[in-house]
């Protein structure tokens, strides 16, 4: 009896979801029309499943859950909707039915309530799959997006700005490229970093592939390349390269270049982290690593094939040494040994590589043959 008066009844449900539900009130997310249309739609698979048609499938409410979920309603006022939906039907059964039928109409709620519930529950199952779908998409296209700028393949024109601005990244502004090594093949080397640096209200976009994590992240006046880098280290789970700041997306490709040579800069097996801009002797040898290995041995050789124990106390003696500007009494309380061991330690290590550490020739020989050790490994 109801069925040929869908139309009207659509319009009074579409009224009172507007009326109930502010997301749906102003038209702005679901037009009218369209509200209108998923009600008649959902009121007639209601009405055919009470009424026994063999015909009538899901489709209807899968469709309402799918539209939804592609204008971007949030599930939390879908579901309310459905459930104003439900109590409408219910009123309008009630209210049509002369005394004999709503005796049966009590008998047969809690059948009634299922029809509606099963609406509510296919639209919401379509909903979360054309969500899911949506998401991976948007993941997929980003991905593309920051591939794109990362490697330079959008070139210096609209395709530049109309990526950037998908990735909601400004167009002008202070960026840097980061490249963190990964722990384990697709592991994130920095775990969560996105949403660590939006807390900050830091914008940045992020890709990970089986070897390394790289992003390209917007500083901010009150967030620097210096606070961005200690932000980094707290998190990283492996060495970590940050190229210098550039202004010019269409440097980003350049950059990327740079915060990978950082990040090979690193000393491996840690979570060091390197700045192109402030490491440039690692940098410069670590951009030739066969040049490096042959340096590193050619000048450091009898040390490296020293026992393990006797070759990390002299190359861990000379670098503090060198770190605390050759003074022998400054390395020796880092080291916590007498400044003569000190002393002793540099001595054997001048015999080993006849090299003489008075001579500022030898000694720029050796800090370059110790940081090829160090970034290779060797030492």
Known sequence: MLLPRVDEFAHRMAERI??????YREGHVVAPDELRRSCRDNLLYVFGRLAGDPNIGIEAPRATGVRRAESGVPLSAVLPAFRIGGRLVWELLVEHADHEAQDTLLRCAADIWAVSDDLAEAAADAYRGA?????RHDRQLRSALLNGLLDGQLGDGARLWESAAALKLPQQGTFVVVAA?????GEEALPGIEDV????????????????????????????AAALCTELAEQALGRVGVSEPYDNLEQTASALRQARLACAAATPH????????????AVLLVSAPDAAEVTARRILGPVLDL???????????MRAWLADAGSSSTAAARLHV?????????RRLEELTGRSLANPLDLAELHVALECARMLGLA
């Open 181 to 185: 090594e990964c722990p384990s093949p």
């Open 307 to 317: 026992p393990d124990d006797d070759r990390a106390v002299i190359i861990d003696t």
């Open 197 to 224: 640096l939006r807390r900050n209200d830091v914008l940045s976009a992020w890709r990970l592939d089986a070897q390394q994590q790289e992003g390209l992240v917007v500083l901010r006046p009150r967030f620097d």
């Open 270 to 281: 840690t979570t060091n982290l390197v700045r192109f801009d402030q490491e440039p002797v």
């Open 338 to 346: 007498h400044r003569n061991t000190v002393r002793y330690r540099l």
């Open 18 to 23: 507007q009326a109930q539900e502010p997301l």
């Open 131 to 135: 969500s899911a779908d949506r998401a």
